[in-house]
């Protein structure tokens, strides 16, 4: 146990030291009246489309001069944060009201980019010593008009910050915008705008330790509560049902089938075999494709490492809200130091089926989860080039997440490799293979692999889809998710669902002499997967309102890969579920 706790703790110290955390520049977060108190401006866009954001400044604001690019870590890079200097002088304790930081004449050009802007809802997002805050950039006056050409569209000109702090520290920051000071921008002609602000401050008794908490108290409002409990006690007793139900059968059964074995064994030896002992020199015949099979559970194994490690570092306080970038610097990092496990996985797997060329079946375990994603991102990324969009990512980032790659995903998945091919670890199987196959009895349509799949997805669905709009409503919105907990514990929960109706269908697929369970298993335990793939149709045309080419590729190409990652992980589970199984019943009775 003391290597995985030492793992997560170089983990956390690297992603709480170098990764997506907005530093202040004042390190202590301490200062006196009239100190200088850092405000970065990040990215405004659509507020629909949370993947398509631009830079600031690509909006015709006014530019102040020595803009400064802030140093990005890495996970803020690949969460598409750009922050520059803002425009506005939030100094400790300092009230201004309504200063004007700037007049300007909007050319028409700039008119017609602001009131497309506006048209689409788009918002801003700053940082104000680490503490996020977001307002409109304007509105659209309908005015009870059903034809678009008669709105009105303004700007916002004057935006009010209200402050609280404790002694020498800030809490709290709200930004409301005055729907009196505006710039009309209905028509295409030069207006000039003055840009002002203002800034009260408050004190408060709230502990600077607890600043964060109100962001965090959002996703646990009792509503939102009531709903998470009822998701998880729907799942619960899913699981029961389910547990209880194949627990029976297949005890019942089985107890059955080993007294009727025995029975037989005693009787004459001329009667003949049926049911699942009947295939017992087929059942552990090696599956086709055995290096893409063992690199499928390699991948998956690794995946399954990856998530696990993911939820210790949620559940001990890393990914608090607006902690951002730190999530994806944790998929970066832990992928790269788990490749091992993949390398391992798959090639003591690849010599226990008896492969043969383990250095093929290595670069197939390398590319089976990298490659489809490694094409989904330069595809998606031309795309945020295309739309000048923050989603782009910077050609050094792309050579730093090459280089890990290279220098220790690589490695790794090769010394992994290594060690399990020399680990000359031989498949157990409780009973002798015959040399040539049986004929697989003709069988009924619902027990092709299509059918078994769309069972066997299913029930693992329904235990996590009240959950999952709440994960893809923080992924794919702006809704904040911090109960780990719950999602850990419905995690746990579809593993469990996973194990259990991969073992079923396993069982009755043998019981109709169908000995080939390798590839059915793992394809009946991955089809969740693609349930949930299904469900970004629904979620995307009937819970969202995204648009737009850029939106739509980055949420149905990324969320490809991620059901895809899920496929192989469930897969794996479904298969070494069933395996075991097979493992014990074959071990139970006595074959010839």
């Known amino acids: 146990m003391r290597i995985p706790t030492t793992l997560l703790l170089f983990i956390g110290a690297l992603i709480f030291s170098g990764a997506g955390y907005v530093r202040s520049d004042a390190s202590d977060h301490r200062y006196k009246e009239g100190d200088s108190v850092p405000l970065y401006a990040n990215k405004v866009g659509p507020f629909h489309n949370p993947s398509e954001t631009y830079r600031y400044f690509d909006l015709p604001f006014c530019v102040p001069e020595g803009v400064k690019d802030k140093k990005e870590a890495l996970g803020e890079v690949l969460n598409g ?79 009010q910050f209200e402050i609280l702090y404790n002694k020498d520290r800030v ?38 330790e607890k600043r964060m908490d109100k962001y965090a108290m959002s996703s646990s409002l009792p509503h939102h509560l009531e709903i998470h409990w009822f998701s998880i006690i729907n799942s619960c007793v899913t699981v029961l049902l389910l547990t209880g139900f194949l627990a029976t059968i297949l005890m019942r059964v089985l107890k059955n089938d080993f007294m009727k074995y025995a029975q037989d064994e005693e009787a004459a030896d001329d009667q003949e075999e049926t049911g699942w002992k009947y295939i017992h020199g087929d059942v552990f015949r090696f599956p086709k494709h055995k290096s893409l099979f063992a690199a499928s559970l390699g991948s998956g194994s690794q995946l399954f490492t990856l998530t696990i490690f993911i939820f210790m570092l949620s559940l001990v306080g890393v990914f608090y809200p607006y902690n951002r970038g730190a999530l994806f610097t944790a998929l970066v990092v832990i992928y790269a130091l788990t490749s091992g496990i993949a390398g391992y996985t798959a090639s003591s797997f690849y010599c226990q089926l008896e492969g043969k060329n383990w250095v093929r079946n290595l670069l197939l375990t390398g590319g089976l989860f990298c490659g489809p994603l490694f094409l989904t991102f330069c595809f998606l990324n031309t795309v945020a080039i295309a739309y000048s969009a923050t989603a782009a990512l910077p050609f050094g980032t792309i050579v730093v997440i090459v280089l890990i790659w290279t220098l220790v995903t690589s490695p790794l998945l090769v010394l992994g490799g290594i060690a399990g091919k020399n680990s000359k670890a031989e498949f157990q199987a409780p009973v002798r293979t015959t040399k040539y196959p049986r004929e697989i009895p003709p069988l009924p349509w619902y027990r092709s692999a299509i059918p078994q799949m769309a069972m066997a997805g299913f029930l693992p669905f329904s235990a996590i889809y009240i959950e999952l709009y709440y994960i893809f409503a923080s992924v794919w919105g702006h809704r904040i998710y911090t109960i780990y907990s719950i999602l850990f514990i419905v995690f746990i929960i579809l593993l469990i669902v996973t194990a259990f109706i991969t073992v079923a269908l396993t069982y009755f697929q043998l019981a109709a002499e169908d000995h080939e369970w390798w590839w059915r298993s793992f394809l009946c335990g991955g089809s969740t997967g693609l349930f949930i793939y299904a469900y970004c ?23 490809a890969c991620i059901c895809y990652g899920f496929f192989l992980m469930l897969g794996t589970v479904g298969f070494r579920a069933a395996l075991f199984f097979v493992r014990h019943i074959y071990r139970s009775i006595k074959c010839e």
């Open 81 to 159: 944060d750009r922050l520059v200097s803002a425009p506005y002088k939030l100094n400790f304790r300092d009230e201004k009201d309504s200063d004007t930081y700037c007049k300007k004449k909007l050319s028409r050009e700039e008119v017609e980019q602001f009131r497309r802007a506006v048209e689409k809802d788009y918002y801003f997002q700053m940082y104000y010593d680490d503490l996020p805050i977001w307002g409109f950039i304007g509105k659209v006056d309908k005015e009870s008009k059903s034809d678009p050409s008669e709105f009105k569209y303004f700007l916002y000109k004057h935006i």
């Open 171 to 208: 809490i709290e920051i709200n930004a409301r915008m005055d729907p009196h000071s505006l710039v009309d921008l209905t028509e295409d002609k030069e207006v000039d705008a003055e840009f002002m602000y203002t800034v009260k401050w408050k004190e408060t008794e709230t502990p600077f």
């Open 537 to 559: 149709l629904y979620y995307y045309y009937a819970r969202s309102d995204m648009s737009g080419f850029m939106q739509t590729s980055f949420f149905f190409g990324y969320m």
